[in-house]
């Protein structure tokens, strides 16, 4: 399908869904079907029958009933895909879930438990990693709490030192290869330690 793009329009979601039909192909099917309706059916017409004219609404009927539910479901799902928003609504020190930071997250859509969050700020006009977050639950407020399961200690000692705030966080829900990579370090790095002891 098309590309999706941040604007929420009708639009570009007519765009979003019919895009994938206005093809080659899309044009000789139909060109075939509308030449052979015209060579197939006399001048006359052609007759229909009570019981067919009644099977022909029923199906008709149902058709638009599906296409108009289809539709609207896919405007509610291409919304959600396009103007997921995620806020941080607290970022403190807590060891709730033995780790050091709780994160408390407002969110438009649904995220599991165990979903992966990345953590970025800008800084010097360049995207930078301040940890991974992982969703433990919903709290009564219907904000996500979660905890930290990796982090980068001086990202963490500037926002202790009040360099940026929680307001300045951003929230990814597509965890990039580097950040997997740097945690399956630390990770690694975490368990050699542990089993030296």
């Keep these: 399908m098309g590309n999706i793009k941040n604007e929420v329009s ?5 765009k979003y869904i019919f895009d994938v039909f206005f093809k080659w192909w899309w044009a000789v099917i139909t060109g075939i079907a509308s030449i ?12 229909v029958n009570k019981l067919s004219a009644g099977l022909y609404v029923i199906i008709i009927l149902t058709s638009i009933f599906l296409a108009c539910s289809v539709f609207y479901q896919g405007w ?11 806020s941080v609504e607290a970022f403190q020190k807590n060891n709730l879930y033995q780790t050091n930071y709780l994160i408390i997250i407002d969110s ?4 599991p438990n165990g979903t992966i969050l990345e953590l970025k ?16 639950e919903k709290n009564l407020d219907g904000n996500y709490q979660g905890k930290l399961i990796f982090s980068i200690a001086n990202q963490l000692r500037e926002y202790a030192e009040g360099l940026y705030h929680q307001k ?13 990579e740097k945690y399956a370090i630390e990770y690694s790095e975490n368990e050699i330690k542990r089993l030296v002891k």
């Design 76 to 86: 509610m799902l291409y919304k959600m895909k396009t103007i997921c928003k995620y």
């Design 168 to 180: 300045d966080i951003i929230i990814k829900n597509a965890v990039h290869k580097d950040s997997i």
């Design 10 to 14: 009708f639009p570009n979601y007519l």
């Design 36 to 47: 052979s309706s015209w060579i197939f059916i006399s001048n006359d017409g052609f007759y």
């Design 121 to 136: 700020r800008i800084a010097n006009n360049v995207e930078v990693l301040i940890g991974l977050c992982e969703i433990v």
């Design 108 to 111: 438009d859509t649904l995220l």
